[in-house]
């Protein structure tokens, strides 16, 4: 019979799984996981494994595989059942999702976070356009309640009062909102061309110019100079990460507002691997993040259209 030395064991190979699902996925979040302390990475580790994978389903190797759509759907809805049980039983067989789970359970989450999750991530199989209302939706759960649970793991054994938590979970929200955001204008003749969907509400992408750029990126410096004011507020073992990540999202935004609208389709904006590093750098060492993308550029009108136009779950 197996005892606890068993489960402890199959406990790290999965947090060693999901581990080497950010390695291998992602640069960006993997060069900021280093920088949190280790009672916390592998919660975010694990966290981002099971979006990584929900995301493969959708869009990635299922199709690659030539699985037909409506085996998709049920696929991502096998997942979702498999993770609500795992979080109430503490045991999957799939160690992603067993490393989920235990991530969840530790952190005090559960169906509140992850079914809008798992439904922003069913409306990519039917949804191609989307309305203010969708939008909104579908920005709060495939990315504002991931950052929802990185910060419940974040402030796990740290507590902080009501207002303060009220602050952090805006910031949160904030901050996955300008990384999808963010995501989304830089791939928009991708998602187009390739997927079929545009995600942004009244963006034509075949006439996509310089006022629709820049009204996108207005929203998005909004987000990120809201999030980036809670960055102090966190434990000391996530701020530089968030800080990190912040800044790499900022210098992306810069890049993308540089570059001339039309180009945007044609190209897919990164930053240099250099950049990276020096941005790392300075979160290391503590200094604050960029916070927004040449905000000094917008003009009082943009300002204007972008508060007045803001959709918020």
């Known amino acids: 019979m197996a005892d606890s030395t068993d489960l402890a064991?199959?406990?790290?190979?999965?947090?060693?799984?999901?581990?080497?699902?950010?390695?291998?996925?992602?640069?960006?979040?993997?060069?900021?996981?280093?920088?949190?302390?280790?009672?916390?990475?592998?919660?975010?580790?694990?966290?981002?494994?099971?979006?990584?994978?929900a995301d493969e389903i959708v869009d990635g190797v299922a199709a690659g595989a030539n699985v037909r759509s409506d085996e998709i759907a049920a696929l991502l809805?096998?997942?979702?059942?498999?993770?609500?049980?795992?979080?109430?039983?503490?045991?999957s067989t799939n160690l992603v999702v067993h490393a989920f789970a235990a991530t969840a359970r530790a952190s005090g989450f559960g169906t509140e976070l992850t079914a809008p999750f798992f439904a922003s991530m069913r409306m990519d199989l039917s949804a191609t356009l989307h309305t203010p209302q969708s939008f909104r939706d579908y920005v709060y759960g495939s990315a504002e309640v991931v950052g929802l649970m990185c910060l419940r793991a974040f402030l796990?054994?740290?507590?902080?009062?009501?207002?303060?938590?009220?602050?952090?979970?805006?910031?949160?929200?904030?901050?996955?909102?300008?990384?999808?955001?963010?995501?989304?204008?830089?791939?928009l003749a991708a998602d187009y061309r390739t997927?079929?969907?545009?995600?942004?509400?009244?963006?034509d992408v075949t006439t996509f110019g310089e006022a629709d750029k820049h009204r996108l990126l207005d929203d998005i410096d909004?987000?990120?100079?809201?999030?980036?004011?809670?960055?102090?507020?966190?434990?000391?073992?996530?701020?530089r990460a968030v800080?990190?990540?912040?800044?790499?999202?900022?210098?992306?935004?810069?890049?993308?507002?540089?570059?001339?609208?039309?180009?945007?389709?044609?190209?897919?904006?990164?930053?240099?691997?250099?950049?990276?590093?020096?941005?790392?750098?300075?979160?290391?060492?503590?200094?604050?993040?960029r916070s927004s993308s040449l905000s000094e550029r917008r003009s009082p009108a943009s300002v204007r259209s972008v508060r007045a136009g803001r959709h918020s779950p």
């Open 9 to 53: 064991l199959y406990d790290r190979v999965a947090q060693e799984t999901a581990a080497l699902v950010i390695r291998r996925y992602s640069t960006s979040f993997g060069l900021a996981s280093r920088l949190l302390g280790a009672d916390v990475r592998h919660h975010v580790e694990n966290i981002y494994a099971l979006v990584r994978i």
């Open 77 to 91: 809805d096998a997942l979702e059942r498999e993770t609500d049980d795992a979080i109430r039983r503490g045991y």
């Open 156 to 187: 796990r054994g740290a507590p902080v009062d009501a207002a303060t938590d009220a602050r952090l979970v805006d910031g949160a929200r904030r901050l996955g909102a300008a990384f999808q955001k963010v995501n989304f204008l830089r791939d």
């Open 195 to 203: 997927l079929g969907r545009s995600y942004f509400p009244d963006v």
């Open 222 to 239: 909004d987000d990120l100079r809201a999030s980036a004011a809670v960055i102090p507020l966190l434990p000391p073992s996530s701020r």
């Open 243 to 289: 800080a990190l990540a912040q800044g790499l999202f900022a210098e992306l935004a810069a890049r993308l507002r540089g570059t001339p609208a039309r180009s945007l389709l044609d190209e897919r904006v990164r930053v240099p691997n250099p950049v990276k590093l020096r941005i790392a750098a300075a979160a290391a060492a503590g200094r604050p993040p």
